[in-house]
């Protein structure tokens, strides 16, 4: 088997995992079902992932990663620190309305998760602390620092509650509600401590 096969057969593997994951859960989700989903050999499925851990880790690995590039490319299009976080909710809105939304995969790795040693708990920690760290870098370009950092966990904050809002089938509610409270904490950040 040649190195780009595998690593193809590896990516299904992980496509068809998140895919099962996000819909049905990771516990409530089997080894043998991803197996029988991805229509592959149960060796091909140790061979790559001798745990069932280190596949939901990589499936979050994955889609943390799938996210910052989207991310990257909306903030390419916007100048102000603003606009830059104005795309991040732009993205979330869009994820809000698509059918095939089930709410956070991570959040639900955290409430599966929940022992913080555990490794799909830090791989869920590393996603959420590096949205909160691209808002704290695209807002340090205009504020100081410690006011960055204020602003950046309040904002991921909001997206988390607009997230499980959306969840709940508030969608356009939870959105409308973000965007008002994204530019009151943003200007409530650029006045004077």
């Known amino acids: 088997m040649t190195s ?17 994951f996000k819909r049905d859960g990771f516990h409530a989700t089997g ?16 061979r790559h992932f001798p745990a069932k851990d280190e596949l939901i880790v990589a499936v979050l690995e994955h889609r ?12 390419a ?13 732009d993205w979330h809105e869009r994820w809000f309305r698509d059918a095939d939304f089930h709410g956070c995969l991570f959040a639900h790795a955290l409430a599966e998760f929940g022992d913080p040693d555990h490794p799909v708990f830090k791989a869920a920690v590393r ?4 949205l909160r760290a691209r808002m704290r870098f695209i807002l340090e370009k205009e504020l100081p620092p410690e006011q960055a950092e204020e602003a950046a966990a309040a904002l991921l904050m ?7 809002m959306a969840q709940m089938g508030e969608a356009a509610t939870a959105i409308a509600n973000a965007r008002r409270a994204a530019t009151a904490i943003l200007a409530g950040a650029r006045v004077p401590q």
């Open 77 to 89: 299009t916007a100048d102000t620190a603003a606009a830059k976080i104005a795309t991040i909710l």
């Open 31 to 46: 080894v043998d079902r991803i197996i029988a989903e991805a229509d592959i050999a149960k060796m091909t499925m140790y």
């Open 64 to 75: 943390a990663a799938r996210f910052e590039r989207r991310l990257d490319r909306l903030a």
């Open 4 to 20: 780009s096969s595998s690593s193809g057969k590896r990516q299904h593997v992980v496509d068809t995992a998140y895919s099962l």
């Open 127 to 130: 996603q959420k602390n590096g």
């Open 158 to 164: 909001l997206i988390e509650g607009a997230t499980l």
